[in-house]
């Protein structure tokens, strides 16, 4: 799989657990101010999307400092203080009172994020070469997604059954304590490349001025402004379109999560065995465009589309394509002095989607509903990163693979 042959068995293993502990808890806390039940529900609607835009924009203005420090000083300090950095903040929201306090609060998630991810995607990218990238990138993307599943639906769950929001963000705040000590224990250093006499500022142009990086932002984007709209009005749309029964939705989103698992698993081998990236990422794309699409556009209809139900993992396993070769094809096209600063500039993509998608969504949603509102705007996002992907040009170096 990878994993055993990269050396670094223990430290990536680790990696990935932490990685969904913190993704977990984030997801968790999102899930609770979200709710009516958290400050009197102060946070329900344009409260949601303006904290979910604050965290990406705290990102945004620190991920360049973690991603060329991490180049300069190591990895694994920064990923520390990064796991408390999001404990403390979830501690935080769990004693808050007053909702000014809860935008603070996810300026420090997301410096918590920016550390985090910069930190994370470059130890693994230390760790990994051509022949396992795209594999152990789409692990990554794995304990993110069981994060953010387990985490946000575990979060609606529990405050169904009439938890404590404060609770709820104390265990949050607790988990990521823990990683934090998992991390001390266990995971082990890997930047062994050190070039002090590079700047920070430096390292940053260095990436910044790569064409190829710069052809990214196109495919990026979008893609991470449709998982903020996602996220964003998940919980919305499900309790005032979706007519499910508690089992079927079970099934449902057992069965879409159970086929993007088996989907990045197989396709980030793939991607590795054929030493191709472009393909899959465009696959990828497609795929999740056309099950995004379909469930929003039926949404409050889905009797229509549970009709055809084997469609759904079908394009849940082909969707699976796009994580681990778009990670792959980053790392592909980063130097080994300058990946921090690399993933980083990832970041910035990310924190960006974080930042247009709730917000287009909310205005979407406020002036076409459900559809066509938010239906053209999936669209939309889509076909730009679909037009984007022609651009790009192969990164995987073409090597002869022994199995």
Not at 36 to 47: I, N, P, R
Not at 70 to 75: A, H, L, P
Not at 235 to 249: G, N
């Amino acid at each position: 799989m990878g994993l055993r042959k990269s050396g670094h068995f223990l430290t990536l293993m680790m990696l990935y657990l932490v990685t969904l502990i913190m993704r977990a808890s984030f997801y968790v806390t999102i899930a609770v101010i979200s709710s009516s039940a958290y400050m009197g529900g102060a946070l329900v609607g344009w409260g949601v999307a303006v904290v979910l835009a604050i965290y990406p924009v705290a990102e945004l203005s620190s991920v360049s400092f973690f991603g060329s420090y991490s180049d300069k000083v190591g990895r694994k300090p920064i990923f520390i203080a990064s796991l408390f950095m999001t404990g403390i903040a979830a501690l935080l929201f769990g004693v808050a009172t007053f909702e000014f306090l809860a935008y603070v609060l996810a300026a420090l998630f997301g410096l918590g994020a920016a550390s985090q991810v910069t930190t994370t995607l470059s130890m693994i990218a230390d760790c990994s070469t051509e022949t396992n990238r795209a594999r152990l990138m789409g692990y990554y993307d794995l304990s993110t997604l069981m994060g953010l599943a387990g985490g946000f639906g575990l979060g609606i769950l529990l405050l169904e059954f009439g938890w404590a929001p404060n609770i709820l963000l104390f265990a949050a705040a607790g988990a990521c304590f823990i990683g934090g000590v998992i991390t001390i224990i266990l995971i082990k250093e890997t930047r062994t490349v050190v070039h002090t006499e590079a700047s920070m500022l430096a390292l940053l142009k260095q990436v910044a001025s790569d064409r190829r990086i710069q052809l990214m932002l196109p495919v990026y984007v979008p893609i991470i402004s449709l998982y903020g709209l996602v996220i964003s009005k998940a919980k919305h749309i499900i309790e005032v379109y979706f007519s499910l029964s508690a089992p079927d939705m079970l099934i449902l989103f057992g069965m879409l999560g159970g086929s993007l698992f088996l989907g990045i698993v197989a396709m980030g081998h793939l991607s590795d065995y054929l030493m191709k990236r472009r393909p899959f990422i465009v696959v990828g794309l497609i795929g999740f465009g056309a099950l995004a699409y379909l469930l929003v556009a039926n949404a409050d209809s889905f009797e229509l589309v549970w009709a055809i139900w084997p469609v759904l993992p079908a394009l849940g396993f082909i969707a699976g394509a796009f994580p681990p070769a778009a990670m792959a094809y980053l790392t592909d096209i980063s130097s080994e002095e300058a990946r921090g600063s690399t993933m980083g500039v990832y970041s910035i993509f990310f924190g960006s989607g974080m930042i247009i998608g709730p917000l287009a969504g909310e205005y979407a949603y406020s002036i076409g509903g459900l559809f066509p509102g938010l239906g053209a705007l999936v669209a939309i996002l889509i076909a730009i990163a679909c037009i984007g992907t022609y651009f790009l040009k192969e990164a995987a170096p073409v090597v002869l693979i022994e199995e």
